[in-house]
């Protein structure tokens, strides 16, 4: 249901067929060098709003405490104002530094941007996944567009049927999110067509957001983010595509 809500929601602000050109090129190998004209359109921010709106998360607050109720109040032309100024000028905002409770009795640290930078970050979000989509491994399930435990299950499924494979190797990357090479990262976005330097620096100053209580981060990436899923799944593509080719 969420999903077909999506896609309404591309159709209904003429999207989806930017979108899919922007896949179909980088499909075909394609290099993306003017991306933050597309982004900070009326059309995308509108989209992005659409989409952080129908989000739950959007009612946790930021460190300024603001929520998406309080954008609310303001009217949609001066949301989209608000974030076109944010685009011709980022300036880094704190991230608020929460602990969630694992099952483990552990805790898994998350950072909270305030809700301008999700908003922010959503406009890049949908631009970025479709260019990346096309270039990630077809048999990786984790956080990627229409797929999910399902899709990974029959996968399994067909493996063992078609292919008498019956050994599943179960792997954990121990503090992933935490230790996520920054140069590294920007490096693989650069590798896998993404050439704009202007939006590159944006995604390096958010990498290095300084999280409440803790300074300015040298390595890693804060869960909780709008774009943190879509940068990790960046991170590992090589080894997705290194471990299909063993």
Not at 50 to 55: E, G, L, S, V, Y
Not at 185 to 214: C, H, P, T, V, Y
Request: net charge positive.
């Amino acid at each position: 249901m969420l999903k077909r809500k999506k896609l309404r929601h591309n159709e209904y602000y003429d999207m989806q067929s930017h979108f899919d050109s922007l896949y179909a090129q980088s499909a075909n190998g394609q290099n993306f060098y003017d991306l933050l004209d597309f982004m900070q359109s009326d059309e995308n921010i509108r989209l992005a709003y659409c989409n952080i709106k129908r989000n739950t998360g959007s009612k946790t607050a930021g460190y300024d405490g603001l929520t998406i109720e309080d954008l609310k109040k303001l009217s949609v032309s001066e949301v989209v104002s608000k974030i076109q100024q944010m685009f011709e000028h980022y300036r880094l905002q704190a991230v608020r530094r929460v602990f969630i409770p694992k099952a483990n009795g552990k805790t898994r640290p998350l950072g909270i941007p305030t809700i301008w930078d999700r908003l922010f970050q959503q406009c890049i979000l949908q631009v970025l996944e479709p260019i990346y989509e096309a270039r990630f491994y077809k048999h990786s399930y984790g956080f990627r567009q229409k797929r999910n435990t399902h899709h990974a299950k029959a996968r399994f499924e067909t493996l063992i049927n078609r292919a008498c494979l019956y050994h599943c190797v179960d792997v954990d990357i121990k503090g992933f999110f935490d230790n996520v090479d920054h140069a590294k990262l920007l490096k693989q976005m650069w590798s896998l067509g993404i050439r704009d330097k202007a939006l590159l620096s944006i995604i390096s100053r958010f990498l290095k957001a300084e999280i409440l209580g803790e300074g300015f981060p040298k390595k890693g990436t804060p869960q909780g983010g709008i774009l943190s899923l879509l940068l990790s799944n960046i991170v590992l593509n090589e080894l997705d595509w290194w471990v299909s080719h063993q």
